[in-house]
């Protein structure tokens, strides 16, 4: 079983910062990618950003520049620093692990989401 444990969303004015946070724990022998969605409302999911286990990032269009993904290998943490944020990116934002298990297999894992509001 894998357990995805997310924080930091909250209401932040037009033009300021977040950190959102997500811990991984359970039987996960090597986490390959962690990633954050994205999804509000009357719209679809979409990719914020991704991060593979040496490092190597991918970002959505709208957010590029403006938003830092970056893990702790050591801690199975993935974060994402949101600067200079809009009213736009207001949505529902998923934790996302792709990871193998002790037997190998490979499993796809969401978090719950955690809300992101920002105001005008």
Do not use: H
């Not at 709208?62 to 207001?90: C, H, W």
Request: proline letters at 2%; hydrophobic letters at 30%.
């Amino acid at each position: 079983q894998v357990q995805l444990v997310e924080s930091g969303g909250g209401l932040v004015q037009a033009g300021g910062s977040l950190r959102l946070s997500c811990a991984a724990t359970g039987s996960i022998f090597r986490l390959n990618v962690m990633a954050w969605y994205r999804q509000a409302p009357g719209k679809q999911r979409e990719l914020v950003a991704d991060i593979t286990s040496g490092g190597s990032t991918n970002y959505g269009d709208s957010v590029k520049g403006r938003f830092t993904i970056s893990r702790d290998n050591a801690k199975n943490v993935v974060y994402l620093q949101m600067n200079s944020l809009k009213p736009e990116d207001t949505a529902i934002y998923y934790c996302y692990v792709k990871y193998r298990s002790r037997s190998w297999a490979e499993y796809d894992y969401w978090g719950q989401g955690t809300q992101v509001t920002v105001s005008s």
